[in-house]
């Protein structure tokens, strides 16, 4: 009974916040796939009343739903990468090989599915290797997932969304590779032959949901963009104890004029230092008085500025390409050639053909 009870609001937990998440933004990539990503987990944990741990007055007979149940939990970690990705890789594409693999290890689902239940003994032990390898390929997506959260830590200038990195996305993704890697290689059978792992998993669900629910009721404006949030109105005023000791002019002075952005490896520390003030001051002045939300995007909008007008400028026509990326605080090609295409629309040497 008190099973039951715990999946009942953890279902109830989380269709919640997916609806106040669609509310927020219903149009954005992230917010589709985290509706996904919490139906999805309503149906895993729909799939657990019906199992033998629950008493039979309570257990549900999903009947001809349940493969079709099983395969959309099988999805829950490719989606939880689409998410991460959408979020925390803004303004880039989502890369065609993931997206194929993520796709194959759907359909390979379903056919795996459609295996069981037709019990063929000749594609057993093939089915097995393919169920193992699909598995490993979930854990996989989850540890990019995880990946992409933690990675650009340091470079986030929303300090509400460098919160929400450590404490739910990265609990999410945990929670996530825990129970993958409980039922696909510690419990073949699945986390409802063993009662208490099920409880522990249901449980734990539950508490997330609601800390994410409560997360989002304390943090007036979390600036994911497509992220929950509270519908209040943000305060214009920046607080005094968050203004830098300078404006956009005096910054671009020091930043741009003085070149500081060509230092190859520059962080958000170590230009806090050049210019003498705390990094919490800077961190807010970048974002709210320049616009960006990411250190790193605001780099390449000063390297690649210069760098347009070396490969305007005919009379360096015969410069080096790479000579031009690392000149301007690339440490190689492929991201002066990935940050130029993403800004300009076009490569390097196609912007210096145009200008010729």
């Known amino acids: 009974m008190l099973l039951f009870a715990a999946q009942l609001v953890a279902i109830f937990s989380v269709l919640l916040l997916a609806v106040g998440y669609l509310k927020t933004d219903p149009r954005a990539a992230s917010t589709r796939v985290f509706g996904l990503i919490a139906l999805f987990v309503a149906f895993y944990l729909v799939n657990g009343m019906s199992g033998p741990n629950i008493a039979a007055e309570y257990r549900i007979d999903l009947g001809y739903w349940q493969p079709l149940i099983g395969i959309s939990s099988s999805s829950i970690s490719g989606l939880f990468m689409l998410y991460c990705y959408f979020i925390f890789q803004e303004d880039k594409r989502f890369p065609q090989l993931l997206a194929i693999a993520f796709a194959g290890q759907v359909v390979l689902e379903l056919l795996l599915t459609l295996i069981s239940l037709r019990s063929s003994a000749e594609l057993f032990g093939a089915a097995s290797t393919l169920a193992t390898a699909l598995d490993l390929l979930q854990l996989a997506f989850v540890g990019l997932a995880i990946y992409w959260t933690f990675s650009g830590w340091n470079a986030d200038l929303v300090e509400d969304r ?119 001051k800077l961190r807010a002045f970048i974002h709210q008085e320049l616009g960006f939300r990411n250190f790193n995007a605001m780099l390449h909008v000063y390297r690649i500025a210069e760098a347009s007008e070396i490969l305007a ?21 492929t991201p002066f050639n990935n940050a130029f295409r993403e800004l300009k629309g076009t490569t390097p040497s196609e912007f210096r053909k145009a200008a010729s």
């Open 162 to 280: 460098r919160v929400f990195r450590w404490f739910v996305i990265g609990v999410q993704g945990a929670l996530i590779f825990f129970v993958l890697f409980l039922e696909s290689f510690l419990l073949p059978e699945g986390s409802q032959a063993t009662a208490g792992v099920e409880a522990v998993i249901v449980y734990a669900i539950a508490c997330l949901a609601l800390a994410m629910l409560m997360v989002s009721m304390k943090f007036d404006y979390v600036s994911l963009s497509q992220v929950i949030r509270k519908v209040t109105v943000r305060e214009a005023e920046v607080s005094e104890s968050m203004k830098a000791p300078f404006d956009i002019a005096s910054f671009n002075a020091a930043f741009r004029d003085g070149f500081l952005y060509r230092e190859a490896g520059l962080t958000i520390a170590v230009l806090a230092a050049k210019l003498g003030m705390p990094e919490y």
């Open 313 to 333: 400028d005919a009379s360096k026509s015969s410069l080096p390409i790479l000579t031009i990326a690392l000149s301007v605080g690339y440490q190689s090609i």
